[in-house]
């Protein structure tokens, strides 16, 4: 029997990703005191107003440099540290309006990967041990139970159950690294902040590292964050992505367009610095002048602009919108709601043009 297609018959578009998590608005200020009564005097604003989603299964990028607040927003999302306000939802649960206990039943399905590998597992404990601490506390499983687990988990990612019964200085970086992501894999969780996990690493353990972790995605169907300093990691790694800047998102775009068209000067002098494999090639490194404000007294309006070289008066006098400029390409400057394409490129053209003029905008919301 000959089964006929109808010629009309659509393709099942592909189903829509659920939302797992969704941070909306979250503010973290750390109090400064001083005195002899310790008093208040002022706050680091490490993370203020920070909004962002990922997809079940996604992989979200969180990239910026250094003291920009990526970790600050990871531990923040777990509930390591405390938020001053916003909220994080898990499927649709507030993280932070769980009670203890009902915190403790959630955690078994979030786990982090640290920076450090070895600052993270206690010297006195053999990994074996260290592996198995949330076993003990989250389940009522066996001895033999656990011990089954923690030598499933360290072949996963590539030791041996031999190593269970071995202390985290018998170990070499890389090594103790794999350690702490078969420790936040014990519990299967659905998702895994990964805060650095390849940054003290040498460049062919972080391919390792990052093949297991694809690896370990693809079978247990786990949801990243993964907080790097390193764009071409990043790129290699992450679905999309998000820049931020001394607090703040700057950026946020799928993988792809945001490497073919960053639309942030930031993001643009970021991606300037990537190194190309090609000696052949030249591309117009962009050098952004001063340094980093403090952010205990952060500038008022864009907190770019005091090192953006095509800032002009309205930069610091009000914040730019964080709005979607089409593909779910977000992006926050003012020279993009002028509406003048490529307004915000910085090259070289564009600077001379802009730099040391007052610029009159009539900006159109």
Not at 21 to 49: C, N, S, T, W
Request: aromatic content about 8%.
């Amino acid at each position: 029997m000959t089964v006929e297609m109808s010629q009309n018959v659509m393709p099942a578009a592909a189903p829509e990703r659920k939302k797992m998590i969704e941070v909306d608005h979250l503010v973290k200020y750390f109090p400064v005191r001083a005195g002899l009564m310790q008093r208040v005097k002022a706050y680091v604003k490490a993370v203020d107003d920070v909004s962002f989603f990922i997809n079940e299964g996604e992989t979200f990028g969180l990239v910026g440099e250094s003291g920009c607040g990526k970790t600050t927003v990871g531990r923040t999302i777990l509930r390591l540290i405390p938020a001053t306000s916003g909220r994080v939802l898990l499927n649709g649960n507030n993280i932070f309006d769980l009670n203890s206990s009902e915190l403790k039943k959630m955690r078994a399905d979030m786990q982090i990967i640290f920076q450090d590998p070895y600052s993270s597992l206690d010297p006195r404990m053999p990994i074996g041990e260290s592996i198995a601490e949330g076993l003990r506390v989250h389940t009522n499983k066996s001895g033999q139970e656990r011990y089954d687990i923690v030598v499933e988990m360290l072949s996963r990612v590539g030791m041996r159950a031999e190593h269970a019964r071995r202390y985290p200085h018998e170990f070499s970086g890389g090594q103790r690294q794999r350690i702490g992501i078969a420790r936040a894999l014990a519990l299967r969780p659905k998702f895994i902040v990964c805060d650095e996990p390849v940054s003290a690493l040498d460049v062919s353990i972080q391919a390792q590292v990052l093949n297991i972790l694809r690896e370990l995605q693809r079978d247990f169907g786990l949801t990243y964050l993964f907080i790097a300093h390193n764009l071409s990691v990043v790129e290699h790694f992450s679905e999309r992505v998000g820049v931020m800047y001394l607090g703040k998102m700057v950026e946020m775009a799928p993988r792809d367009l945001l490497y073919a068209d960053p639309l942030h000067p930031y993001t643009q002098a970021l991606m300037s610095a990537i190194p190309v494999p090609d000696p052949t090639y030249k591309r117009q490194r962009i050098i952004l002048e001063g340094d980093v404000p403090s952010p205990l007294n952060p500038p008022p309006g864009c907190r770019f602009h005091t090192r953006c070289p095509i800032s002009f008066d309205l930069c610091s006098q009000e914040e730019p919108p964080f709005k979607d400029y089409g593909g779910g390409h977000y992006a926050a400057c003012h020279w993009l709601e002028t509406g003048e394409r490529g307004a915000s490129k910085l090259t070289p053209d564009n600077i001379a043009a802009k730099k040391g003029r007052d610029v009159a905008l009539k900006v159109v919301h």
